[in-house]
């Protein structure tokens, strides 16, 4: 893809920001973080530094004031090191911050979005449950009008910054009865697990949110990749939430986090991108050094074969990506776009990832190198907001729809 095709001069000067920072500050720690599953807090705190945490929002709102593409090419520059670092920009602001500000109020963006923006406090996004997957609209948490606030009672499963976050967007069941017309959202806050970590960072705790009674994470998941990310339950007992706190009118929870996921599942593609670009890379640097039969290994025709999809397949995903995000920006229809878009990255991250890892041979199955890692992380793109089956849904959903109109 050439360069000029979706971006300008500033998408450039982001990505090469960026893509030194992954390079010097996260490379080298990315496997340490990935063995210990430590939460990479001093990290997080220099790309709050950065400005990354707050990217496509306005100064006015404490953000960067760029766009959704410049986003997508941080998400992307960050993946092709550490999975675990991208998605933590990635949850955090279009799941986190978002839902905020595309349906909030003047008083709930005010109050939040220049917090999250700047990485004050970290933000989440609770929808899936313990019974609710893919089938959102079979959401159990209950939300309970009593005068001037409500009561909110349920549990949240698989949740991004579920521990270490303050400023949590979850949907409810308001109207019962309704299907997915009874569900609403709220935003609900708590404390970081981490409160010592955070002390005197500057990030990460924000005692002017104040934390919810009844509201807290329980136990963190024991993943197979993102092993860096935070991952873990919400738990609702008896939360007395404001009414202030609902994000727009009652029943609109649903449709309101649908429209979250579509540029969400852009996100994901440009992560998943950014991981099969990694793992090619290391790839193409391994074959050109290693040497076997008296040659370089990239000398034989089978590797050229492999390396030569590899980065095919790497122009379509990222025209594919940046269309989505370029369709997002410019205020047109992206829905389907950005479904093809996961859709295909996703795949395509497992199919580099496990490529990279047999032209490493035997190294490639050993935490020497890289790629093991890339192919792990790669895995959950194919099931994150959103399974592939969901999205092969969604895209027929559209083509189906473009027939009966």
Known sequence: MHDSTYFEEHHLATREMVRAFAREEVAPVARHFDDTQDFPWENVKKMADLGLLGIPWSEELGGSGLDKISFMI???ELARVCASHSITISAHTTLGTSPIVNFGTEEQKRRLVPRLASGKVLGGFGLTEPNA?????GTQTTAVRKGGHYVINGTKRFITHGGVGESFVITAVTNPGQGTKG?????LTKDTCDLEQVKGLGIGHDDAIGPMKGFRSGKKEDKLGWRASDTRELIFEDVEVP???RIGEEGRGFINFMRTLDEGRIGIAALSLGVAQGAFEEALKYTTERKQFGKRIAEFQGVHFQLSDMATELEAG????YHAAWLAQNGHPYGKEAAMAK????????RNTIKAIQLHGGYGYTKDYPVERFMRDAKIGEIGEGTSEVQRMVIAR???QGLTL
Not at 318 to 321: A, C, P, S
Not at 343 to 350: G, P, Y
């Open 243 to 245: 009414v202030e706190n």
């Open 398 to 400: 559209h083509l189906i």
């Open 318 to 321: 990222r025209h594919l990506t």
């Open 343 to 350: 859709l295909f990255t996703s795949e395509l991250a497992m």
């Open 133 to 137: 997957g893919s089938d959102a609209g």
């Open 183 to 187: 569900i609403s959202s709220f935003v």
């Open 74 to 76: 941080a998400i992307e």
